[in-house]
């Protein structure tokens, strides 16, 4: 057993464990009145209920002691500190500085980085003004309509998603669409209605070596250079935003479109930095800074409140809990928000990426279970696929609901009906319907009793399935923005209890090193001798396919 399980803190939680998950909330409801109040905070402009979930306040003392045994209270002054909390690859993770809106210096290294930081928000609001009122133009002269961003992962995740979260904001007349899948079709589409000579590429990567994203960024430049006939319009239509400066130049982008960001800024946690520039473009440099100002309250938020009354601190305890004392091994992240649809693929690379790690800071194999799988799609569409699992399959998953109170567009009755399927959902999972309410209402309606009888076991909820809901006022840039960081700082708080480094993925270079061998025998036609026989059957019968005919479009 490791010191982590072994502790007394981890234990004492083991044995609560036996009688918390026999737990009733409608019983925990009942005998407290006030527990909506003692189970709810605010955290910035976010408010969080988790009333309903499977806990006492004996389980809120012990998850505490975990929390100050593992000392995060410290943990928390180091990572807003610039200590080298990626200890694996010897790097701060200072993305808090991005949004950092104090005025104070931020050090690192015995520097400040808030200079920098200005500097290449400054440069941003140049360009994506430029962008936006028609200055800057294409190699023809034409103004822009559309821009492309080309990344993957951490380059392309978050400013999507925030673009697609802040659409109402975004103008018909400037396009902003990504390009993140090696897959030439994801390109193809993307392009197929867009003019060359009024199209900017955005080449989005940290390394700048990335190979679905220089692939994509090849065939654009291809595409591009095709249409205008003169290589000289790369320099006009292609910016950069990365941290290796001297990979840009050699794509032939002109130094004043480079914005740079800094190794202490990890790639899932970049769409604060330069990785923004097309939502500043998309919706307005206003709105992606108002984003950094929500980013920055739930910061303050974090760095202050008592750990008891701490958004992230409570969200990642309560992950801890379920993942490691009552065995979930998923979790849901369900936006009852259609502008928030991106937001589980988002939170799928944040948490996944970070949390999904067996070593802990030691080097050591961990003896407890790290990240679940997170997964989510939005409400209500989920409500009518997976919900049946949510509420009487057989596993347990915790789920967060986030819904605003206020919606963006005022049309008819859609938002209190969303609002009231939001609220219902997380009432069914935690109350249920026992199996004498289910045959009384049957009886009611008027059916036999035995028909109720045998149907009441189906109809039967068991209820005890623990939500949290997060309510903000409205889906505005700024409470967005605290939302987002709010889940950034609920996985830092998971990882320092289960002692892992949440900022570094040496997981998915495994599959980069091999793809890189199993396509020179592809392209080569010839069977590599060292391939094991499953891949290189599967060579063979791809060979064997030959190459299709290219796909004729409309266009
Ligand atoms: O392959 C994983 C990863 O390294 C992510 O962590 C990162 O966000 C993504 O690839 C893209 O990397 P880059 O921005 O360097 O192209």
């Not at 309509?145 to 392309?156: E, H, K, L, P, Q």
């Not at 090849?218 to 910016?239: C, I, K, T």
């Not at 969303?418 to 009611?444: H, I, P, V």
């Given at each position: 057993?490791?010191?982590?399980?072994?502790?007394?803190?981890?234990?004492?939680?083991?044995?609560?464990?036996?009688?918390?998950?026999?737990?009733?909330?409608?019983?925990?409801?009942?005998?407290?009145?006030?527990?909506?109040?003692t189970?709810?905070?605010?955290?910035?402009?976010?408010?969080?209920?988790?009333?309903?979930?499977?806990v006492t306040?004996?389980?809120?003392q012990?998850?505490l002691?975990?929390?100050?045994?593992?000392?995060?209270?410290?943990?928390?002054?180091?990572?807003?500190?610039g200590?080298?909390?990626?200890?694996t690859?010897?790097?701060?993770?200072?993305?808090?500085?991005?949004?950092?809106?104090?005025?104070?210096?931020?050090?690192f290294?015995?520097?400040?980085?808030?200079?920098?930081?200005?500097?290449?928000?400054?440069?941003?609001?140049?360009?994506?003004?430029?962008?936006?009122?028609?200055?800057?133009r294409?190699?023809?002269?034409?103004?822009?309509?559309a821009?492309?961003?080309?990344?993957?992962?951490?380059s392309?995740?978050?400013?999507?998603?925030?673009?697609?979260?802040?659409?109402?904001?975004?103008?018909?007349?400037?396009?902003?669409?990504?390009?993140?899948?090696?897959?030439?079709?994801?390109?193809?589409?993307?392009?197929?209605?867009?003019?060359?000579?009024r199209?900017?590429?955005?080449?989005?990567s940290?390394?700048?070596?990335?190979?679905?994203?220089?692939?994509?960024a090849?065939?654009?430049?291809?595409?591009?250079?095709?249409?205008?006939?003169?290589?000289?319009?790369?320099g006009?239509?292609?910016a950069?935003?990365?941290?290796?400066?001297?990979?840009?130049?050699?794509?032939?982008?002109?130094?004043?479109?480079?914005?740079?960001?800094?190794?202490?800024?990890?790639?899932?946690?970049?769409l604060?930095?330069?990785?923004?520039?097309?939502?500043a473009?998309?919706?307005?440099?206003?709105?992606?800074?108002a984003?950094?100002?929500?980013?920055?309250?739930?910061d303050?938020?974090?760095r202050?409140?008592?750990?008891?009354?701490n958004?992230p601190?409570?969200?990642?305890?309560?992950?801890?809990?379920?993942?490691?004392?009552?065995?979930?091994?998923?979790?849901?992240v369900?936006?009852?928000?259609q502008?928030?649809?991106?937001?589980?693929a988002?939170?799928?690379?944040l948490d996944?990426?970070?949390?999904?790690?067996?070593?802990?800071?030691?080097?050591?194999?961990?003896?407890?279970a790290?990240?679940?799988?997170?997964?989510?799609?939005?409400?209500t569409?989920?409500?009518?696929?997976?919900?049946?699992?949510?509420?009487?399959?057989t596993?347990?998953?915790?789920?967060?609901?986030?819904?605003?109170?206020r919606?963006?567009?005022?049309?008819?009755?859609?938002?209190d009906?969303?609002?009231?399927?939001?609220?219902?959902?997380t009432?069914?999972?935690a109350?249920?319907?026992?199996?004498?309410?289910a045959?009384?209402?049957?009886?009611?309606?008027?059916?036999?009793?035995?028909?109720?009888?045998?149907?009441?076991?189906?109809?039967t909820?068991?209820?005890?399935r623990?939500s949290?809901?997060?309510?903000?006022?409205?889906?505005?840039?700024s409470?967005?923005?605290?939302?987002?960081?709010?889940?950034?700082?609920?996985?830092?708080?998971?990882s320092v209890?289960w002692?892992?480094?949440?900022?570094?993925?040496?997981?998915?270079?495994?599959?980069?090193?091999?793809?890189?061998?199993v396509?020179?025998?592809?392209?080569?036609?010839?069977?590599g001798?060292?391939?094991?026989a499953?891949?290189?059957?599967?060579?063979?019968?791809?060979?064997?396919?030959?190459?299709a005919?290219?796909?004729?479009?409309?266009?």
């Amino acid at each position: 057993m490791s010191a982590l399980t072994r502790s007394p803190a981890w234990q004492a939680l083991e044995a609560h464990a036996a009688t918390a998950r026999r737990l009733c909330l409608r019983t925990l409801f009942r005998e407290d009145p006030s527990r909506f109040e003692t189970h709810s905070l605010t955290a910035g402009p976010i408010f969080i209920d988790w009333s309903k979930h499977l806990v006492t306040g004996e389980t809120r003392q012990l998850l505490l002691s975990l929390a100050r045994q593992q000392g995060l209270e410290a943990a928390i002054g180091d990572l807003f500190g610039g200590a080298l909390v990626n200890h694996t690859e010897r790097r701060a993770a200072l993305h808090t500085a991005l949004r950092d809106r104090s005025g104070q210096p931020v050090l690192f290294g015995g520097r400040d980085v808030m200079p920098g930081v200005r500097d290449v928000l400054a440069r941003m609001r140049r360009f994506s003004d430029a962008i936006r009122d028609g200055s800057l133009r294409g190699h023809t002269g034409l103004p822009f309509d559309a821009v492309v961003n080309i990344g993957i992962g951490g380059s392309d995740l978050g400013p999507s998603m925030v673009v697609e979260a802040l659409r109402a904001h975004g103008r018909d007349d400037l396009r902003v669409r990504f390009v993140s899948n090696v897959d030439d079709t994801h390109l193809v589409e993307t392009l197929r209605d867009l003019d060359p000579a009024r199209t900017l590429f955005i080449v989005s990567s940290k390394t700048f070596t990335t190979q679905e994203t220089m692939t994509n960024a090849a065939s654009a430049r291809q595409w591009l250079v095709a249409s205008l006939g003169d290589a000289a319009a790369v320099g006009a239509h292609f910016a950069a935003v990365s941290t290796n400066v001297g990979a840009t130049a050699m794509f032939g982008i002109p130094s004043d479109r480079v914005f740079e960001f800094w190794d202490w800024v990890g790639g899932r946690y970049s769409l604060w930095s330069a990785i923004g520039l097309p939502i500043a473009i998309a919706v307005g440099m206003d709105r992606f800074e108002a984003l950094l100002e929500g980013a920055h309250a739930m910061d303050r938020h974090f760095r202050s409140a008592p750990l008891d009354i701490n958004g992230p601190a409570v969200l990642g305890l309560l992950g801890v809990w379920y993942a490691n004392f009552l065995g979930c091994a998923t979790h849901a992240v369900l936006p009852y928000d259609q502008y928030l649809h991106r937001l589980p693929a988002y939170l799928q690379q944040l948490d996944m990426e970070s949390s999904g790690k067996r070593i802990d800071r030691s080097g050591d194999p961990v003896e407890h279970a790290t990240g679940p799988v997170l997964w989510g799609e939005p409400g209500t569409n989920g409500q009518h696929a997976f919900f049946q699992l949510l509420h009487q399959g057989t596993q347990m998953v915790p789920a967060d609901f986030i819904v605003a109170a206020r919606g963006v567009r005022q049309l008819g009755r859609h938002h209190d009906i969303l609002l009231a399927n939001c609220l219902a959902q997380t009432q069914a999972l935690a109350f249920g319907k026992t199996e004498a309410e289910a045959y009384a209402e049957m009886e009611r309606a008027g059916m036999s009793a035995g028909e109720a009888r045998r149907l009441a076991p189906y109809r039967t909820f068991p209820g005890n399935r623990p939500s949290t809901t997060i309510l903000l006022e409205a889906l505005t840039p700024s409470s967005l923005g605290a939302l987002i960081a709010l889940y950034e700082h609920r996985v830092y708080v998971q990882s320092v209890i289960w002692e892992i480094n949440p900022f570094d993925q040496w997981g998915v270079e495994l599959g980069k090193q091999l793809a890189g061998g199993v396509l020179s025998t592809l392209e080569s036609r010839q069977g590599g001798v060292d391939l094991d026989a499953s891949t290189r059957g599967l060579l063979t019968r791809i060979a064997l396919a030959g190459d299709a005919p290219p796909a004729q479009g409309s266009r």
